[in-house]
């Protein structure tokens, strides 16, 4: 089952490296991993994108417990979360596909940030999902580049994550 | 308040200050470009004494050995690039065996980093995936504090290694000097006490038990629990094993002790294991060389009750039904509380069933051989040091054997690498096990093959006048290589034959130790009263023995515990 682990660590060099070695030492899939620093600047907040079955999950979230650098793990998935991915997305947007690329971002809620004679750049949020939808829709021969920044997570309503 | 005035002191001699903060005796390393300047502070004072070692390998074992046999933390000492490289073995080691250790490296200089400057390697990077934790320390500022939670993360918890890389310019630069009393992290607060709501169930589970059984590893060792096992085995009169990282954490002589377990343990202890309803776990992990194949330990139902100080440990290879984390003695001392002047049920038929088990006599071997069997040489070793000397061992065959017939009844003597597996271990282990324990009668049981990884510590033996004894089993095979090829690959005996061996009695002479080489069954008894007589000596014992012989009762990879080959199958 696919599980989405946040991580609070220490903003220290070399942590990220120390949660990504744990995973390929011990064989665990990683599907996507996003870090930055947090509110305070001595803590870095990690959304891994990981699947496996429940005995996995919980050998992964030991383990992550047990990096000396780890402060607070928590498998987002096992209670009410949000979760946002971004995509930067170039497009092929000449005089002829001007009008129906704008108007598929407008359906997806995407943003045209850039604009060229023949290319649009399109911002667009939500999850996996959402960007993987809004990929398929597009002619295919018309995307020229993506970039996503893969899964951010956050529990719902009191559900808090911090020290 | 008056404000103390701190004193400006360089990096180097931050290191050294913090060594002897920390009650440091023993630093065992070798000099490099990178470290010249600590080198330097350690020859300008004489509380921390340095051990030059011949290798860094050496390094990393000896202060692995110092650990494992006393309670202190060993301390080891490298330069950048080779020097820490070469050390790694050890550090790895160390880490599948959760022995405590502080190893500080050189780097280059900090600008000097990532430009692959000479002996420059990505020290952290290298280290990472088998140490417990590791610093990169770019500020003298942060030296002491860093030094300070090495030490503190080594010791705490479930033990481990710790590295501390320090560029050669921080070991010059200046700063005021403070080594702080204590740390605390926000990401590191390791559990002492057991849930006791948990320890009253698993309390209440072995009251019940009608077919019980302790099963402990090296946890129980390191955590000073022996005893507290003792305590709880006399209590309720259950039998106990321990693994080959447990041995002493029992006492091996005790009518409750059914000899180790797992893939070489003893019929009585595997049998055991298969067949209780209740099985306690303490510090050990149920890993594959113990309980074998775990489906087929699932095959009989039991409950299971495992103490360990690692969450990460239980219920990894075999589902747990009652999981309790902390550190040992605490738990356990919280156990006895709650049996005291509780009654077990009658087991009287359970140990009936494990005698007669015993009966089958797994470990008997051929008194009456012509040739030297290897089995003689470590009951022989057993009887004349009087079970008291502190064993180390290397890799193979001769491990196993000790494992067997030498009776451990106090912890810390028998030093062996269980996890890794690290030939060339045991020579190392015992110069520190020596160093760690002044007077103590060291042995190092060995083989030709293992022998042979280390064997440049010999010159450091001499140097410290370290009077350790090598057994050496010399049947001129890596003898558990040639039994698996015998067994497992239709005897093609490919590379296990050790040919060009030296003459081992020359070489120790070349060292400037004694060297005896026996080769009648006779002579085996006579040769260890004389080497152990010696106390100020390193005698070294060439024991020619059975080409031949293989190590029973086993379990070959992947079978179950209870799928034993023993001795008459064959």
Redesign the interface.
């Known amino acids: 089952m696919r599980h989405i682990i946040s991580i609070l660590v220490e903003n220290e060099a070399g942590a990220l490296s120390r949660i990504s070695n744990m995973f390929s030492a011990r064989g665990y899939n990683i599907e996507s991993l996003t870090v930055a620093p947090t509110e305070d600047a001595s803590m870095s907040r990690m959304t891994v994108v990981t699947k496996g079955s429940d005995e996995v999950i919980e050998k992964i979230t030991k383990q992550l417990n047990k990096l000396v650098d780890v402060v607070k793990v928590v498998d987002l998935s096992e209670a009410e979360h949000l979760e946002r991915e971004l995509m930067l997305i170039k497009v092929r947007a000449g005089a002829r596909e001007r009008e129906d690329m704008k108007r598929m971002a407008d359906i997806f809620r995407g943003r045209v940030i850039d604009v060229s004679d023949n290319t649009y750049t399109i911002e667009l949020t939500g999850d996996g999902a959402k960007l993987d939808a809004f990929i398929q829709a597009l002619d295919q021969s018309a995307i020229l580049e993506t970039v996503r920044t893969g899964a951010s997570g956050i529990g719902r309503g009191n559900r808090i994550l911090r020290v | 308040m008056d404000r103390v005035k701190t004193e400006e002191l360089t990096g180097a001699e931050i290191v050294i200050r913090c060594l002897q903060a920390e009650g440091v005796e023993y630093v065992f390393g070798y000099p490099g470009g990178a470290v010249l300047w600590i080198y330097d502070e350690l020859f300008k004072q004489d509380k921390v004494r340095h051990v030059l070692v011949r290798h860094e390998q050496g390094a990393a074992h000896a202060a692995d050995g110092y650990s494992r046999s006393s309670n202190k933390i060993g301390v080891c000492l490298v330069t950048s690039g080779p020097g820490l490289t070469n050390a790694v073995t050890g550090i790895a080691t160390a880490y599948m065996d959760s022995i405590p250790m502080v190893i500080i490296s050189g780097q280059v200089p900090t600008h000097a980093i990532g430009e692959d400057a000479f002996q420059e390697c990505d020290t952290?990077?290298i280290t990472?995936?088998c140490v417990?934790?590791n610093f990169?320390v770019r500020d003298v500022k942060d030296l002491a504090v860093t030094i300070k939670k090495a030490f503190h993360?080594a010791t705490t918890g479930r033990p481990g290694p710790v590295l501390v890389d320090i560029p050669k310019d921080v070991t010059t630069h200046k700063c005021e000097f403070h080594y702080p009393e204590t740390v605390s992290?926000?990401?590191?607060n390791p559990v002492k006490k057991g849930h006791a709501g948990q320890i009253k169930k698993a309390a209440q589970l072995l009251l019940e038990a009608r077919r019980p059984m302790i099963y402990t590893g090296g946890g129980v060792v390191l955590s000073n629990a022996a005893p507290q096992l003792r305590e709880l085995v006399k209590l309720t009169g259950f039998p106990v094993t321990n693994t080959l990282m447990g041995l002493g954490g029992y006492p091996g002589t005790d009518p409750k002790f059914l000899g180790m377990l797992g893939m070489h343990g003893t019929y009585q202890a595997n049998m055991a294991m298969q067949h209780c309803d209740v099985l306690i776990a303490i510090g050990a992990r149920f890993d594959d060389r113990v309980i074998g194949n775990p489906e087929h330990f699932a095959l009989n139902p039991r409950k299971i009750i495992h103490i360990d100080i690692?969450?990460?440990s239980?219920?990894?290879r075999v589902r747990v039904d009652l999981p309790i984390v902390g550190n040992i003695p605490d738990v356990l001392d919280d156990f006895l509380k709650l049996l005291q002047d509780r009654k077990p049920q009658d087991i009287k038929a359970w140990w009936k069933q494990i005698d007669e088990w015993r009966g089958n006599d797994c470990l008997r071997y051929d008194h009456a051989a012509k040739v030297i069997k290897p089995q003689y040489v470590l009951e022989k070793l057993y009887e004349v040091t009087g079970g008291e000397a502190i064993i180390t061992s290397d890799v193979g065959q001769h491990q196993m054997w000790a494992a067997q017939f030498y009776k451990f009844d106090k912890p810390r003597r028998w030093i062996n690498s269980g996890g890794l597996g690290t030939m060339g271990f045991g020579l190392p282990a015992a110069m520190g096990a020596t160093l760690a324990n002044p007077g103590a009668t060291v042995a190092c049981v060995t083989g030709e093959s293992s022998i042979q990884m280390c064997l440049q510590e010999l010159s450091t033996c001499k140097q410290y006048r370290l009077p350790i004894k090598i057994i050496n089993l010399n049947n001129k095979y890596m003898g558990m290589v040639r039994q698996w090829q015998q067994f497992f690959h239709g005897n093609r005996y490919s590379e296990s034959y050790m040919d060009a061996l030296p003459d081992f009695v020359k070489l120790a002479e070349g060292y400037g130790h004694s060297g005896v080489l026996i080769d009648k069954p006779a002579d085996v008894e006579p040769a260890l009263r004389e080497a152990f007589k010696r106390k100020k000596d390193l005698v070294f014992l060439d024991f020619l023995t059975d080409q031949t012989e293989n190590v029973y009762p086993m379990i070959p990879g992947g079978k179950g515990i209870t799928e034993m080959i023993l001795s008459e199958d064959l």
């Not at chain 2, 992290?185 to 590191?188: L, Q, T």
Request: proline letters at 11%; charged letters at 30%.
């Open positions: 952290v990077g990472r995936p417990k934790h990169l993360i992290m926000r990401s590191y690692d969450p990460s239980i219920s990894k």
